[in-house]
T-cell receptor, first 116, second 111 residues
Framework: DVKVTQSSRYLVKRTGEKVFLECVQD?????MFWYRQDPGLGLRLIYF???????EKGDIPEGYSVSREKKERFSLILESASTNQTSMYLC???????????????FGPGTRLTVL | AQSVTQLGSHVSVSEGALVLLRCNYS??????LFWYVQYPNQGLQLLLK??????LVKGINGFEAEFKKSETSFHLTKPSAHMSDAAEYFC?????????FGSGTKLNVKP
């Protein structure tokens, strides 16, 4: 059974703190993604990675960075948390599609981050 | 750029009634299309996906969707709603290994 896990379900941090969100997948997928989900806005892509040590900016990368040192792990970093980063963060992974499309994305349970 | 439009942020149906959730996409090439469901405080779960094999796609929990290229639509249907179908549903388009999600439709099922 496919599995994507995220380090925390709920997290409360203070403004200015450095925040690490961890995501691990056990499906040997090449692709990993970080999204944030806000009411009425759907899912917005923050960063994604096609391979180890590789990263690409998504639609809203400002205020975030990522790290992918191992194939199974993709970390999202908030260098200095701000209140407007309060959101639900979802990690996903998929296998690489050579046809230009993509295979199914599998999602973790999400981390609800509150920045006070 | 890709875009996905889901008409209606909230849909309410009675138990046993037809469910119809609308999704339209913009794409210059035939995309891959997905429907995901999200139950409260959970991640997204795949309902079904279209990959050009057949225009009518059947998914889990009795849901199905029809790809209509002429209308650039991929609406999700279920003949008879169940209380357990209450959730948020997301349509997604993918192209070149990137996903583009709609803003979601919350389905409420009344007893």
């Amino acid at each position: 059974d496919v599995k994507v896990t995220q380090s925390s379900r709920y997290l409360v941090k203070r403004t200015g703190e450095k925040v690490f969100l961890e995501c691990v997948q056990d499906m040997d997928h090449e692709n990993m993604f970080w999204y944030r989900q806000d009411p009425g806005l759907g899912l917005r892509l923050i960063y994604f990675s096609y391979d180890v040590k590789m990263k690409e900016k998504g639609d809203i990368p400002e205020g975030y960075s990522v790290s992918r040192e191992k194939k199974e792990r993709f970390s999202l970093i908030l260098e200095s948390a701000s209140t407007n980063q309060t959101s639900m963060y979802l990690c996903a992974s998929s296998s690489f599609s050579r046809g230009g499309g993509t295979d199914t994305q599998y999602f973790g349970p999400g981390t609800r981050l509150t920045v006070l | 750029a890709q875009s996905v439009t889901q008409l209606g942020s909230h849909v309410s149906v009675s138990e046993g009634a037809l469910v119809l959730l609308r999704c339209n996409y913009s794409s210059s090439v035939p995309p891959y299309l997905f429907w995901y469901v999200q139950y409260p405080n959970q991640g997204l779960q795949l309902l079904l996906k279209y990959t050009s094999a057949a225009t009518l796609v059947k998914g889990i929990n009795g849901f199905e969707a029809e790809f209509k290229k002429s209308e650039t639509s991929f609406h999700l249907t279920k003949p008879s709603a169940h209380m357990s179908d209450a959730a948020e549903y997301f349509c997604a388009v993918t192209l070149h290994n990137k996903f583009y999600f709609g803003s979601g439709t919350k389905l409420n099922v009344k007893p």
